[in-house]
């Protein structure tokens, strides 16, 4: 009897205590969720739309709003958007996300004439044109004050905002004026915004097919733009491409957009009060985007942030981590090992946020090669750190408890920043130099 109990027995065992004959290391690395912070959230797609909670089927769709016909969802009234909130929590509770950075989509693609038979809801389905899409932020906006509205007798639903950081991204990024719109947002929703961006640079595929000026991180529009959030306290989110688009996998090209960004960081440190006024930056994506051909990306980053890593920190998000990470996982365990504190994750979802986990999932296995204690800050605690050292720095200078707010009478001067004196950058020549002779040598 004792003979035939024992493979029951241990099987009990095995159930109650799965990890008990397993290390440290090893319990960790075997389970498949982490505790994530997604640093790259869209909330709306490029049709301004988007999921929402719609569970009680108030709205045609089903229980995210999507339609069985063309794919769209419905355009919500106010009052109801803060829907989009609601199913964003869901989402981040079931893919154990604890904190998003969330924007709407800065771009409206066109539905021109020349595709009359099918809209296109990305931009790469069709060579139509996209434009700034102003009313973005007022779709974020509105969401969160109706999310407020609808639970302001539930503090535990009121609660679960401060894991939400939303940022402002409707906005022309080659207008000098566009700061004044940044300003009126956060005049019209105090206390919402933690973060300016995605700011579109050097999006070779989407910049080139926007109407108007190509934005470039040394513009004097957005030279205006990031001087202001340095002084209020408010990180700037960037997507400047390092490189041109490549035509084929074999094409490298070489990182001739960098001495743009360079120039950037280079005069928002220079500011009138010094270098803890300056400006944060987030770069997305690592400088990549697709059809990006860029060769030891890992060690132009190095350069990079070997100088300016007070100032920046770097989003993984999107195709960087299959086309660069992944097939160099040494090297950038590596890289982030010596910049521990400025790597972050992100998803990089365009309005269907129910996809959240299923999109941060992929990181595991960076994570997993991370050692413990750097693992943690990468996939949560880096990105907490921030939103958390710049609410406290708005909070000293008076300008909100979490979200930034501004006097009624603030305006930002019309004479500031309109001619900025880039300092002319040859980062990318010296590195490139460098990067030679090491290669020559071996």
Same mark, same amino acid.
């Given at each position: 009897?004792?003979?035939?109990?024992?493979?029951?027995?241990?099987?009990? @065992?095995?159930?109650?205590?799965?990890?008990?004959?397993?290390?440290?290391?090893?319990?960790?690395?075997?389970?498949?969720?982490?505790?994530?912070?997604?640093?790259?959230?869209?909330?709306?797609?490029?049709?301004?739309?988007?999921?929402?909670?719609?569970?009680?089927?108030?709205?045609?769709?089903?229980?995210?709003?999507?339609?069985?016909?063309?794919?769209?969802?419905?355009?919500?009234?106010?009052?109801?958007?803060?829907?989009?909130?609601? %199913?964003?929590?869901?989402?981040?509770?079931?893919?154990?996300?604890?904190?998003?950075?969330?924007?709407?989509?800065?771009?409206?693609?066109?539905?021109?004439?020349?595709?009359?038979?099918?809209?296109?809801?990305?931009?790469?389905?069709?060579?139509?044109?996209?434009?700034?899409?102003?009313?973005?932020? %007022?779709?974020?906006?509105?969401?969160?004050?109706?999310?407020?509205?609808?639970?302001?007798?539930?503090?535990?639903?009121?609660?679960?905002?401060?894991?939400?950081?939303?940022?402002?991204?409707?906005?022309?990024?080659?207008?000098?004026?566009?700061?004044?719109?940044?300003?009126?947002?956060?005049?019209?929703?105090?206390?919402?915004?933690?973060?300016?961006?995605? %700011?579109?640079?050097?999006?070779?595929? @989407?910049?080139?097919?926007?109407?108007?000026?190509?934005?470039?991180?040394?513009?004097?529009?957005?030279?205006? %733009?990031?001087?202001?959030?340095?002084?209020?306290?408010?990180?700037?989110?960037?997507?400047?491409?390092?490189?041109?688009?490549?035509?084929?996998?074999?094409?490298?090209?070489?990182?001739?957009?960098?001495?743009?960004?360079?120039?950037?960081?280079?005069?928002?440190?220079?500011?009138?009060?010094?270098?803890?006024?300056?400006?944060?930056?987030?770069?997305?994506?690592?400088?990549?985007?697709?059809? @990006?051909?860029?060769?030891?990306?890992?060690?132009?980053?190095?350069? #990079?942030?070997?100088?300016?890593?007070?100032?920046?920190?770097?989003?993984?998000?999107?195709?960087?981590?299959?086309?660069?990470?992944?097939?160099?996982?040494?090297?950038? #365990?590596?890289?982030?090992?010596?910049?521990?504190?400025?790597?972050?994750?992100?998803?990089?979802?365009?309005?269907?946020?129910?996809?959240?986990?299923?999109?941060?999932?992929?990181?595991?296995?960076?994570?997993?090669?991370?050692?413990?204690?750097?693992?943690?800050?990468?996939?949560?605690?880096?990105?907490?750190?921030?939103?958390?050292?710049?609410?406290?720095?708005?909070?000293?200078?008076?300008?909100?408890?979490?979200?930034?707010? @501004?006097?009624?009478?603030?305006?930002?001067?019309?004479?500031?920043? #309109?001619?900025?004196?880039?300092?002319?950058?040859?980062?990318?020549?010296?590195?490139?130099?460098?990067?030679?002779?090491?290669?020559?040598?071996?």
């Amino acid at each position: 009897m004792r003979t035939r109990a024992l493979p029951f027995t241990l099987t009990l @065992l095995s159930l109650v205590f799965p990890f008990a004959a397993l290390a440290d290391n090893e319990v960790v690395s075997s389970r498949p969720d982490f505790e994530y912070a997604d640093c790259h959230v869209h909330l709306l797609d490029f049709l301004q739309n988007g999921e929402f909670l719609n569970s009680d089927m108030k709205f045609p769709g089903d229980n995210y709003g999507h339609q069985k016909k063309g794919g769209r969802f419905v355009s919500l009234p106010y009052g109801e958007r803060g829907r989009r909130i609601e %199913v964003l929590l869901e989402s981040m509770n079931n893919g154990n996300v604890t904190n998003a950075l969330v924007s709407g989509m800065p771009f409206l693609k066109k539905w021109s004439e020349n595709e009359p038979f099918q809209r296109p809801r990305y931009y790469l389905d069709s060579p139509s044109r996209v434009k700034p899409a102003r009313d973005t932020d %007022v779709s974020v906006g509105s969401a969160i004050i109706d999310y407020k509205v609808k639970f302001r007798a539930d503090q535990e639903k009121l609660k679960q905002l401060d894991r939400i950081h939303p940022s402002l991204c409707g906005f022309d990024a080659t207008d000098l004026g566009a700061v004044d719109l940044l300003i009126k947002r956060i005049k019209e929703f105090p206390g919402v915004w933690e973060c300016i961006g995605e %700011v579109m640079s050097r999006h070779d595929d @989407l910049t080139n097919l926007t109407t108007g000026e190509r934005p470039r991180a040394n513009h004097p529009a957005l030279a205006r %733009v990031c001087r202001f959030a340095g002084e209020s306290h408010v990180p700037v989110s960037i997507h400047h491409n390092i490189a041109p688009i490549s035509r084929n996998s074999n094409e490298v090209k070489l990182p001739t957009y960098l001495n743009e960004f360079i120039e950037l960081i280079e005069y928002c440190r220079a500011g009138s009060q010094g270098a803890q006024e300056s400006t944060v930056f987030i770069w997305c994506h690592s400088g990549i985007s697709r059809r @990006l051909v860029v060769k030891d990306l890992h060690l132009w980053i190095d350069a #990079v942030m070997e100088k300016y890593s007070d100032q920046l920190y770097i989003d993984l998000s999107w195709v960087v981590l299959q086309d660069y990470i992944l097939p160099n996982l040494n090297e950038w #365990v590596e890289l982030i090992k010596r910049y521990p504190t400025r790597f972050m994750i992100g998803s990089d979802v365009v309005g269907k946020v129910s996809n959240i986990g299923k999109s941060l999932k992929p990181y595991d296995k960076l994570l997993k090669a991370l050692p413990k204690d750097i693992r943690a800050g990468v996939s949560k605690q880096n990105f907490v750190g921030l939103f958390d050292e710049m609410a406290k720095k708005r909070k000293i200078k008076g300008l909100g408890e979490k979200g930034i707010v @501004l006097p009624a009478n603030y305006g930002f001067s019309e004479k500031d920043h #309109v001619r900025p004196n880039f300092k002319r950058s040859n980062f990318m020549e010296v590195n490139l130099k460098l990067l030679s002779s090491n290669d020559s040598d071996q």
